[in-house]
Structures are given as structure tokens and as C-alpha cells.
């Protein structure tokens, strides 16, 4: 949404800030796929914001 | 069902110049499922978001000229996908995932001057499309 209304500085920082969560949750949590499968989908936001 | 394409895809590289960062990020991503995918085989989501990332590291490597790279990440995306789509071939979103893939490679013999294999594999597309269609 803030990269479409053109605020890509926080669009990054968004994005940023899910990864930072998604790693937290997937690093405490090693055995939840779908906390695993959240981990990979943010990094691919993050290869692609 | 939109056909999806992977020249929709954008990243960094189109935007910031940044191939490298975000080959990097796609490559954590694909380890990551590559895992799932090894430890659930009966998980259709696994391997199907596999797939997904060898399409995304394919298309990146395509966009950087990386043009070899690029065919050996869509023939793994597409082993893979060929395996979904024949066995659930109930599934509209398995054929569809299907075609993109055959449609990547079609770029990629273009590119090449592989007018022969691009145009079986847009007979492949063609058809999954038709398929889809009933």
C-alpha cells in the first residue's frame, strides 16, 4: 500500500519490520511450517519490494 | 483464472539496482522450502511454493542476463510442477502453474533463437490453457 501511494522508503521499512518479526517468530517456533513458510514468503518481499 | 506471468515479477534489480541483495533474499527463501518440501513430500503447498522460488531466483537470474542459470531454475521449478499437475489433475491452479512455467521457458528459447523448442512449449501453454477452459 505505501509503495503504491509512493512512499517506497516506507514501504521498505515496512517490509522490514515483517521480516524482523517473521525471523523472531521462525527462529523460536522452528517446528511451525507455516511460521517457516511465513519466513520464506518475507524474504521474497524482501527480494522484491 | 488470469494466466500468471513471470515477467511480472519485480525486483530490486529493476528498481534499485540491487540483483545481488535480492538473488540473496530469493535464495533463503528457497532453502527454507526446499526443507519443507524434504521433510512434507505429500505437501502439495510445499512443493508447489518450491517451485514459486526457483521461478523468482529464474526470473531475476533472466533479467541479469544470466540466461543458463535462469533455464536450469525453470526446469526445476517445472520437474516439479509436472509432478503436481499430474497428480492432481483436478487442480486448475496445478495446470496453471503449469503453463506459466512452459510460458518462462518459451522466453528463454526465444531469447536463445530456440524458435523450435519455444514454440512446442507454447503448444504445452496452449494446451493448459484449453484444459483449463472445461
Partial sequence: M?????????????????????????YANPTVTQLQSGLALGYDNSASY | MAWRSATTTRHLTEQDGQPDEALKAYGLASAIRQKLADDYPTATEFQSDLATSHIHIGTLRRDTGQAAESLKAYESALAIRQKLAREHPESPDR??????????????????????????????????????QF
Fill in chain 1, 2 to 26: 505505501l509503495k503504491a501511494a509512493g512512499k517506497p522508503a516506507e514501504a521498505i521499512k515496512a517490509y522490514e519490520s515483517s521480516l524482523a518479526i517473521r525471523q523472531k517468530l521462525a
Fill in chain 2, 95 to 132: 495446470l496453471s502453474d503449469l503453463g506459466e512455467n512452459q510460458g518462462n521457458l518459451a522466453v528463454i528459447d526465444l531469447d536463445a533463437r530456440r524458435f523450435e523448442e519455444a514454440r512446442l512449449r507454447l503448444l504445452d501453454l496452449k494446451q493448459a490453457s484449453c484444459d483449463l
